[in-house]
């Protein structure tokens, strides 16, 4: 827990910030991109988002009440949550389990109560941060959006270069 809230701390005002994480003798060093803050317009979802790579998105501090019945993480790379093709979107598991699920697949993990979580999500391999248009916390059951964040939009290959980790003694 010490670690997720260092990482808030340092990035939440920051559009572009490094990081230094100590565990034990090692020191890791990271290069995070602010993506924005979650808009919350159902079920208290708020929080903040952030590109940890090309591949992982990262939320502090999320929460969201739990209360609709079927909602997930989803993302895509085309419209909005509302106007887009669901073949250019993919739920993203939360807690992922090393498995990616297409918007259809009704074998997905819903979403229940969660106060103030970091949560790490990792993106399917046919799709990159800088092609997200937006992440929304959806309600398939409903086609209801109960809070979303739009991704800037140019979101350079350039800000995930020196994301790979760096360890010193």
């Known amino acids: 827990m010490f670690l997720y809230t260092c990482f808030y701390m340092l990035c939440c005002t920051m559009s572009s ?4 994480i100590v565990e034990g003798n090692t020191t890791k060093m990271t290069k ?4 924005g803050d979650l808009h919350g317009f159902s ?3 708020a929080g903040h988002v952030f590109a940890i790579n090309e591949d992982t998105l990262f939320i502090t501090n999320f929460n969201y009440s739990g209360k609709g019945p079927d909602a997930y993480f989803w ?3 085309e419209g909005t949550p509302r106007t887009t093709d669901e073949a250019s979107t993919a739920i993203l598991a939360y807690p992922f389990e090393d ?6 697949d009704l074998t997905a993990p819903r979403l229940g109560k969660l106060e103030n979580v970091d949560i790490s999500m990792t993106l399917p391999p046919h799709l990159r941060v800088r092609d997200l248009k937006w992440l929304s916390v959806w309600c398939r059951s409903f086609s209801a959006n109960f809070g ?7 979101i350079q290959k350039e800000s995930f270069e020196d994301s790979k980790l760096e360890e010193s003694e």
């Open 75 to 77: 993302v895509g790379t």
């Open 43 to 45: 079920y208290g979802v």
């Open 99 to 104: 498995k990616h699920y297409e918007y259809t």
């Open 148 to 154: 979303q964040v739009l991704f800037p939009d140019k």
């Open 17 to 20: 910030q490094a990081i230094f």
């Open 32 to 35: 995070i991109t602010k993506i």
